[in-house]
């Protein structure tokens, strides 16, 4: 069981940074956090007490001190990322102990194994601020959202931001063929069918189908496969992890597995055309997600039927207006030259989307939580 003493995050810089810093004479528990180690993709440097080179307590992406070796960690610098180790029950004044060296963690193993190697991967990758991460769901078929995924997507790639697309519908036919990456090598969703605990980002990123500057995550052409929550939640935490922006492709129903994805959305864009079953079928979609998604808002597309505005549909649907889509060719259906959807910088799909991500993403890039939606 992992206890916090603070809050604060673990060092972040964005870059790989290596493994661990480990301090312990206990042969027992150092074989432990080495397995540990190995099993985070990280390769620790061991010590018996405080470094003797400088910088190597303060520069060491986290510090894993054993509980015998505390008092000879007295004195040292503090910073954030140090955990104290142990074994089995706490050992006396383990608190008194953890204060001292200024530990923001005690840890007894075998209890936190698997949160301790989350935090090890982390730290090893350098995770920083995770991706802003959007779904986008169709009120109704073919109301364009694989398209608005793709455009959404490529039009962050386009302004040089770390982009990875995910086709959340296994049975959507493949978003990749929208990008007209069907053949394109590297992996798809049935490769990670059995994938369990942790992915590793840097991994997961490398293992991708690379399409118009992003990473795509899409089915093959073989049977359905279905994909356990566990898995989809895995995957997902890894295409996180990097930064920049995660775009979910979503199915308009909600399983186990829609519902994992719900729940690491930062927000949801419902795609409603502007008729009144559309936006029956809708509230319909919308009634199921919001269960699980806080932060689900509106985009219309026109053309509207009479009496009909993209205000009137998100009053109907008791839901933020993210923003009207232009009408554009390539939004019902694939376009069928070399340019995806929202490749065309100057058309109306991609300057929508650009315009999206202007008031999504702070200006340097990171995510940012408060997106304000359409007035």
Not at 330 to 339: M, N, P, T, V
Not at 359 to 375: K, Y
Request: hydrophobic share 45%; aromatic share 4%; charged share 25%.
């Amino acid at each position: 069981m992992a206890e916090s003493i603070a809050r604060d995050r673990l060092p972040a810089g964005g870059t790989r940074l290596g493994g661990p810093l480990i301090v312990t004479e206990d042969v027992e528990l150092l074989d432990d956090l080495l397995r540990l180690c190995a099993a985070a993709g990280a390769e620790p440097e061991v010590h018996h007490s405080l470094p003797e080179r400088r910088g190597g307590w303060e520069q060491a992406p986290m510090v894993l001190v054993g509980d015998d070796a505390a008092r000879r960690c007295r004195g040292a610098v503090r910073r954030r990322g140090v955990m104290l180790v142990g074994r089995g029950e706490d050992v006396p004044d383990v608190w008194r102990s953890a204060v001292e060296i200024g530990a923001e963690y005690v840890l007894r193993l075998p209890e936190s194994e698997g949160w301790l190697v989350d935090q090890i991967a982390n730290a090893a990758e350098g995770v920083g601020r995770p991706a802003l991460t959007v779904g986008v769901i169709g009120g109704r078929g073919g109301s364009g959202a694989s398209t608005l995924a793709c455009a959404l997507a490529v039009s962050a790639a386009r302004a040089g931001r770390r982009s990875v697309l995910i086709d959340g519908d296994p049975l959507g036919g493949g978003i990749d063929v929208l990008l007209g990456g069907e053949r394109a090598e590297g992996m798809r969703w049935p490769d990670f069918a059995h994938s369990k605990g942790r992915v590793g980002a840097d991994a997961l990123e490398e293992s991708l189908p690379a399409l118009h500057g992003l990473r795509v995550l899409s089915w093959d052409r073989d049977d359905c496969v279905v994909i356990p929550p566990q898995a989809m939640r895995a995957v997902l935490s890894a295409a996180r992890r990097l930064g920049g922006v995660v775009v979910v492709d979503l199915p308009r129903r909600v399983d186990e597995s829609v519902a994992e994805t719900l729940a690491q959305l930062d927000l949801g864009l419902l795609v409603v055309p502007g008729e009144l079953r559309a936006v029956a079928a809708a509230k319909r979609v919308a009634s199921m997600a919001g269960v699980i998604l806080d932060d689900l808002r509106v985009v219309a597309r026109g053309p509207y039927a009479a009496g009909l505005d993209e205000r009137w549909v998100a009053r109907a649907l008791g839901l933020p207006l993210a923003g009207e889509l232009p009408v554009d060719a390539g939004l019902s259906s694939a376009q069928e030259s070399d340019s995806p959807p929202g490749g065309d910088a100057r058309g109306p799909l991609a300057r929508f989307c650009t315009a999206f991500w202007e008031r999504a993403l702070v200006p340097d890039g990171a995510a940012g939580h408060g997106v304000g939606g359409a007035s």
